[in-house]
């Protein structure tokens, strides 16, 4: 059965530094998410992309992020100068049709911010 | 804010018995998901049921919708230790919208 990928599974930074978080959507879908979990928290909303520009975006997503679709099957999410609180396991999510489909999500990456 | 909110926060049952879970939210929706969640992993999808559909089985588990009182229940017949884990629902208020998590149950199912 398709899945979603995410890479890396971890990762550890220093504050300041850029991360890149990579996801493989499901091949034929056509609307691709990012979401992120803080510890012991609920799942927020950060953005969403379709036909290659972002469709909306929560106030969490500030001008520190960014995403792209580089090639035909990657996802990227990537955090210009990472803070403490940024700290948060990242997740991936694609669907076929929007909000009214059914929403696959990956394994995620947990992002730890020292 | 459609924010789906889950009751119980926490729920401990024996193994065998029925769990359920309620879900409540604010605004109109186009549809409404349960995912669940083994601690520090991903969301594994359950469910999805329209704001046109009233009930949906799959297996174990039976989802009801109710739109006049904006809220769902998810229903886990006959639980089993790997049933442990937490629940959240997730609405959708249009169609190419993202959706928005509830809190979450955390289940416990006791041998």
């Known amino acids: 059965e398709p899945e979603v990928t995410q890479t890396p599974s971890h990762q550890v930074t220093q504050m300041g530094q850029e991360v890149i978080l990579r996801c493989v959507p499901i091949?034929?879908?056509?609307?691709f998410y990012w979401y992120r979990q803080i510890l012991g928290q609920k799942v927020e909303f950060l953005v969403s992309?379709?036909?290659?520009?972002?469709?909306?975006k929560s106030e969490i997503f500030d001008d520190q992020f960014s995403v792209e679709r580089p090639d035909g099957s990657n996802f990227t999410l990537k955090i210009r100068s990472t803070k403490l609180e940024d700290s948060a396991m990242y997740f991936c999510?694609?669907?076929?049709?929007?909000?009214?489909?059914?929403?696959?999500f990956g394994p995620g990456t947990r992002l730890l911010v020292l | 804010s459609q924010q789906g909110e889950e009751d119980p926060q926490a729920l401990s049952i024996q193994e065998g018995e029925n769990a359920t879970m309620n879900c409540s939210y604010k605004?109109?929706?186009?549809?409404l998901q349960w995912y669940r969640q083994n601690s520090g992993r991903g969301l594994v999808h359950l469910i999805l049921?329209?704001?046109?559909?009233r009930e949906k089985h799959s297996g174990r588990l039976r989802v009801t919708l109710d739109t006049s009182k904006k809220s769902s229940s998810l229903l886990i017949t006959a639980s089993r230790a790997a049933d442990t884990a937490s629940y959240f629902c997730?609405?959708?208020?249009?169609?190419?919208?993202?959706?928005?998590f509830g809190k979450g149950t955390r289940l416990h199912i006791l041998p």
């Open positions: 999510a694609s669907s076929e049709g929007g909000g009214a489909e059914t929403q696959y």
């Open positions: 049921i329209r704001s046109n559909e």
């Open positions: 605004t109109s929706i186009n549809n």
């Open positions: 091949s034929n879908h056509l609307y």
């Open positions: 992309f379709y036909n290659n520009e972002i469709s909306e």
């Open positions: 997730a609405t959708a208020m249009n169609r190419d919208d993202k959706i928005i």
